[in-house]
């Protein structure tokens, strides 16, 4: 048996990279939309020598060699909030949002039941078997109260009775 002077890669997997483009897309009276791009890593090793091969350790097969790649693909993400200037943390429900299966694609989630008038802040982090991301940066948007509705004249009266009024305003 003799050994190849072929550079060969060995796949090693490791935690996901950082999210780095999450935003909100949109938003409503009690709900905000999000969306990121699944970050674009993969987790190999180039080994190109010889040498390595032979002598290498089993138990660690990686030490000697050159990281090609970064992060492992996640395979789903957490979503983090804060409100009021407050601590992040994990939204309970889903636990876990489902990473899309091909690199580089779209994943959303939309929080709902948010309290109009509070400005909500998110960060995500990645997963996988290996392990969990650093988070992200964040994403905020604050849910207005509708105010007043602008350009309108005062209510004036139409007509008045002694039980009824009937006001009209543009």
Request: net charge positive; with cysteine.
């Amino acid at each position: 048996l003799a050994w190849s002077d072929v550079s060969y890669g060995l796949l090693t997997h490791s935690k996901p990279e950082k999210v780095e483009s999450v935003k909100v897309d949109s938003f409503t009276r009690d709900s905000i939309s999000l969306s990121w791009t699944q970050p674009a890593t993969r987790g190999s090793t180039n080994c190109p020598s010889v040498e390595h091969r032979k002598n290498r350790n089993l138990l660690r097969p990686q030490d000697g060699c050159t990281t090609v790649g970064r992060g492992s693909p996640p395979t789903g993400y957490r979503v983090w909030m804060s409100t009021a200037g407050g601590p992040y943390v994990q939204i309970a429900s889903p636990a876990t949002v489902r990473a899309c299966a091909t690199v580089g694609c779209r994943s959303t989630y939309t929080a709902t039941g948010l309290d109009p008038g509070v400005e909500y802040k998110f960060k995500l982090t990645a997963l996988n078997a290996v392990g969990e991301s650093f988070l992200s940066d964040q994403a905020a948007a604050a849910l207005r109260l509708p105010g007043p509705p602008s350009n309108e004249l005062p209510p004036y009266s139409l007509e008045a009775t002694s039980n009824s009024i009937t006001l009209r305003w543009t």
